[in-house]
């Protein structure tokens, strides 16, 4: 059976478009990730695949912002590792590694630990 590769980044705690606005907590909101060209090849693929990620990333990020201080290595905003992930015919991840780690072990070990959540 062959397996396809994709590859995915997770980015950090935010977009570089510069600081969200606070929410009513105080805390900087995340900015929404950059709009997704649809008529790319492969476009709804990546945003199904998208889907079954958010959930889980969302969280450890929201996590990340509300229970450890703003000053923590995991809320650094230029946090960004890029993953591998081998897939089956039948959509499901056979594999993934760490192709680009980030500068944060505790960060890569999330982004594993999320991709093996969505198995």
Same mark, same amino acid.
């Given at each position: 059976? /062959?397996?396809?590769?994709?590859?995915?980044? @997770? @980015?950090?705690?935010?977009?570089?478009?510069?600081?969200?606005?606070?929410?009513? &907590?105080?805390?900087?909101?995340?900015?929404?990730?950059? #709009?997704?060209?649809?008529? !790319?090849?492969?476009?709804?693929?990546? =945003?199904?695949?998208?889907?079954?990620?958010?959930?889980?990333?969302?969280?450890?990020?929201?996590?990340?912002?509300?229970?450890?201080?703003?000053?923590?290595?995991?809320?650094?905003? =230029?946090?960004?590792? &890029?993953?591998?992930?081998?897939? +089956?015919?039948?959509?499901?991840? =056979? #594999?993934? /590694?760490?192709? &680009?780690?980030?500068?944060?072990? +505790?960060?890569?070990?999330?982004? =594993?630990?999320?991709?093996?959540? !969505?198995?």
């Amino acid at each position: 059976m /062959r397996a396809g590769w994709a590859l995915v980044v @997770a @980015a950090g705690c935010g977009a570089v478009a510069g600081p969200a606005p606070p929410s009513s &907590t105080g805390v900087p909101r995340l900015l929404p990730p950059a #709009a997704l060209d649809l008529h !790319a090849p492969g476009a709804a693929y990546l =945003t199904s695949v998208a889907v079954q990620l958010q959930p889980d990333w969302g969280q450890f990020l929201a996590d990340c912002r509300l229970r450890l201080p703003a000053s923590h290595p995991l809320n650094a905003m =230029t946090l960004a590792a &890029t993953a591998e992930l081998a897939i +089956d015919p039948a959509g499901r991840v =056979t #594999a993934a /590694r760490i192709a &680009t780690p980030s500068a944060s072990p +505790d960060f890569d070990r999330a982004v =594993t630990d999320v991709l093996a959540d !969505a198995r």
